[in-house]
């Protein structure tokens, strides 16, 4: 259900209070989009638009935190995106190991885990170092967990989780009658999270671009046209006090 005109109209402070008093999201993902049109738009190069994109994540990562959220998957890399021009590609694991590591502070500070998902394969080395640095110091937080989606696919992740059911069936450690839906959430890359409650798109596509397929079977879907460098709390309070206000029937009357 829309939020009624008189939502949309509501003030930061008073979406923020409209959403705090009502039960929020245990699990938002996001699909970080429109980067290159922000920048295109402002006759800048497309890696302009990613560096201000870093910013808007910071912010919704706050954001989020505040609100008691316990889950944030951010999709920053997909396993498609190798296919963009070279210098792109590595401007993009250039931003992602300098932000990780200007967070760490930061992410200590707020009690955050970070957990870094997707294949290790084609990533630099000094990026892996660095990301596998952010992800051991944060190890043993308590309070939200943030699943950085990077060289993802959900394709992927569901081979690598079949593969390795696959080898634990060949080991003898486990018959096939008792594969079932929690056993394949509990090998995903995701395991140990529930499934996203809502998922937020920037930049108006309709699509959901290999993120999470197994884990959104029954998520809110949320879209924007707001482009991601210009997405901050504002949209993130209407994106959820619209999901607030939705019936989730789960297949139910
Ligand atoms: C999202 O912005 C960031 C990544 C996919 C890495 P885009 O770079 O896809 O921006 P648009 O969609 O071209 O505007
Ligand atoms: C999805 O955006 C991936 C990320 C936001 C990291 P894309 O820009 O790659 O998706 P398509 O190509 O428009 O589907
Ligand atoms: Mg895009």
Known sequence: MPL???HVALGETE???LVRSQPRPQHLAVIMDGNGRWA?????PRVAGHSEGVKSARTVVRAVDALGIRYLTLYAFSSENWSRPGEEVSM????????IHQELPELMARNIRLQVIGRADGVPHTVKRGIDHVMYETAGNTGM??????????????????????????????RPDEIDEHLISTSLYT??????????RTSGEMRISNFLLWQIAYTEL?????????FGP?????????????????GGV
Not at 40 to 44: N, P
Not at 193 to 200: G, H, K, R
Not at 222 to 228: A, D, G, N
Not at 234 to 250: G, K, M, P, S, V
Request: hydrophobic share 40%.
């Open 92 to 99: 993009l694991m250039t931003l992602l190991e300098r932000s």
């Open 15 to 17: 979406l923020l209070e």
């Open 191 to 200: 395991a140990g999270a529930p499934d996203p409650d809502l998922l937020i």
């Open 222 to 230: 949320w879209v924007t046209p707001v482009l991601w460098p210009d």
């Open 234 to 250: 504002h949209d993130l309070y209407r994106a959820i006090a619209e999901y607030q206000r939705r019936d989730r029937r789960f």
């Open 4 to 6: 009624k005109p008189g």
């Open 40 to 44: 295109t738009q402002r006759g800048l």
């Open 145 to 174: 967990t943030l699943f950085m989606a990077f060289n993802y696919g959900g394709r992927d992740e569901l081979v690598d989780a079949f593969r390795e059911l696959a080898r634990q069936v060949q080991a003898g450690k486990l």
